[in-house]
């Protein structure tokens, strides 16, 4: 068997530059079928290259793709039919109403019956808007739309880059619950993302980059049993004291930016070894108002990454929310590439 068997979607050794600029340097992916993977770096990392990569937007300069099971090449576009695809701001008919829109994209393609598109309207919230033009809709509906465009031929492998983008907190949860139950009927889904915590809810495995390269890859669940966390809350005016204390056990931190009160702080250690947390400090006189322990997907990005944040728009990343994505303008992507 080779090393990609299963596997939904690989990379291998994929690289790409932008004049001196390196944007992958060997990258390394490897996406199980039937899974929600959550695809996470900072601005610069290469996440959208990577995902102009898999999409054939760009070519890469060296290494490999294998999109569900056979390899991926240039001018092999007609491969990506078996693949949805949302990258950057979808783009659609604007004097046209979403059923339309689907249609006009369905007609590129495979047949697709009415009644698919019904479905898909009524998958993404559309039904009361579906006879409505498109240029009266939101960067939220349009991203909506997105999907159900992306969802047309009814894929295997989804590829979404920041979906959530322009969805108020009903949407959000909306969308992650779509995209689980997409995963759950033995599809993949890979999302490109900077909502850490989104992802830390919705994911099963996550694949995080730096630099154009994978630092960290795996089910989630085994990623965060390696990164514990211990917070512990002492009055204020011990707080210098209680790090003294803890430190020869473990590093310590302050919790600065959070919305709890002062004096709490971050352990890092085993999250069941907090009874010993709690043991030190009192037996320097020390005792805590405050014990909690848990795992923490933020902070194990920021120690693979070093500590560079997500959001969007500076650097290489060009997400959906970009503000010149023009989302009104120009005819739609063919059928497989809502972009």
Known sequence: MSGTDGLALATRGLRKSYGSRRALDGLDLSVPA????????????????????LTGLVHADGGSVEVLGQPFKRGDRRRLFEVGALVESPTF???????????????SGAPVSAKRIEELLDLVGLCDRA???????????KQRLGIAAALLSDPKLLLLDEPANGLDPAGIVAMRDTLRTLASQGKTVFVSSHLLAEIQVMA?????????????????????????VVKVRVRPNLVDAAIATLAPLAPVERLTETD??????????????AEEVNQKLAGDGIYASGLE??????????????????????????????????????????KGTAA
Do not use: C
């Open 34 to 53: 039937g899974v929600v993977y959550g695809f996470l770096g900072p601005n610069g990392a290469g996440k959208t290259t990577t995902m102009r990569v």
């Open 93 to 107: 008919y604007p004097y046209l109403s979403a059923r339309a829109n689907l249609r006009e994209l369905a007609a």
């Open 131 to 141: 006879g409505d033009k498109v240029q009266d809709f939101s960067m939220g509906m």
């Open 204 to 228: 099963d495995v996550v694949g995080i980059i730096a630099a154009g390269k994978l630092v960290r890859e795996g089910p989630l669940k085994e990623l965060l049993s390696m990164q514990g």
């Open 260 to 273: 709890r009160e002062e004096g709490w702080l971050s352990v890092h250690l085993a999250t069941d070894r």
């Open 293 to 334: 322990s848990g795992t923490d997907l933020e902070m194990l990005f920021l120690e693979l990454t070093g500590g560079q944040g997500t959001s969007s728009g500076e650097g290489e990343f060009v997400g959906l929310g970009s503000p010149n994505g023009g989302q009104n303008g120009g005819a739609p992507a063919g």
